[in-house]
């Protein structure tokens, strides 16, 4: 039987290979900042920073509530509801925009669906990286294969048209 360990260990290594995968994809970038949409523990955030160094990453969450080792300079965390602060912020657009903010709740999730989309593109550079948790349905989103690791419908990965 498939337990809810099973599901974390998949979401996990699927951000993680889906994030390497877009770090290998480098030179294909847009000029911008990544953007954690969801700071939460800051594992993801720890792993971007790993792997773009070069790149500014400005977090969205409720809180700065990070892992010491990995906590973001307050000036780099954007607080507040992600809904209202994707579409107030006017910062450079985006390289990446990485949105981890599922809750596991197929009712909540279904929400959240409906409004994420157009806040990913709102902050997202045109030829940019969108990678979410949750499907992100929309016309300036085209779906791009994850790598062969990652579980069918576990994570996705979009470029910006
Ligand atoms: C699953 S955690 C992110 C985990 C993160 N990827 C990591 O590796 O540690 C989701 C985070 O998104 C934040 N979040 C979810 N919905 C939000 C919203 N509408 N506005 C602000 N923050 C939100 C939660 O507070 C939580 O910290």
Known sequence: MRTRLDDFISRISAQRDILNSIAERRPELPDGPILEIGL???????????RFPDLRIIAFDHENGAHGSC???????VLGDIQETCMSYNGAAAAVAHADIGTGYPEKDA???????SRIVAVL????????GLELRHPELEEIPPPPSVEKGRYFLYRRR
């Open 125 to 132: 550079a045109r030829g940019g990286f969108a990678v979410s």
């Open 111 to 117: 929400i959240i669906r409906q409004w994420l989309p």
């Open 71 to 77: 906590r973001p300079d307050d000036a780099d965390v």
């Open 40 to 50: 939460g523990n800051g594992r993801t955030y720890s792993h971007l920073r790993a």
